[in-house]
């Protein structure tokens, strides 16, 4: 279920709220009815999207390059999963929130992580 909340913050400044599944999304973006409706199809319908398999890894891969995107690798239940979700939360709408949640992640923090522009 979707609502909408026009608010005005200061003095001819209006704010577009969006509620959906309990969480509150801002609306940042200009102030026309085609780049509204495309933003209010982009939301997710969770926070974190879960990777946990080969097709939803091709996914992940296949979106455009422009997309500002996050990923994080947690054990299932961790402190940091939780608080992962929370900032997810916060950012709904601007920034698309990965995961992939498995007990082997322990095996990872040995693991050297090299950034896209870093050299090996």
């Known amino acids: 279920m979707l609502f909408l909340l026009f608010t005005e913050v200061d003095k001819g400044e209006d704010t577009i709220h969006v509620y959906k599944d309990g969480y509150q999304i801002e609306f940042h973006g200009v102030r026309d009815p085609e780049t509204f409706v495309s933003w209010l199809m982009d939301i997710p ?3 974190v999207t879960i990777i946990n398999d080969q097709f939803d890894l091709e996914e992940f891969e296949d979106l455009e390059d422009d997309a500002v995107r996050i990923i ?8 940091a999963l939780k608080e992962f979700e929370e900032a997810a939360e916060e950012s709904m709408g601007e920034i698309e929130f990965f995961a992939v949640v498995t007990s082997s992640v322990r095996s990872l923090r040995n693991s050297p992580l090299l950034m896209p522009c870093d050299r090996a």
């Open 72 to 79: 994080g690798y947690f054990e299932p239940g961790s402190a």
């Open 45 to 47: 319908d969770d926070p």
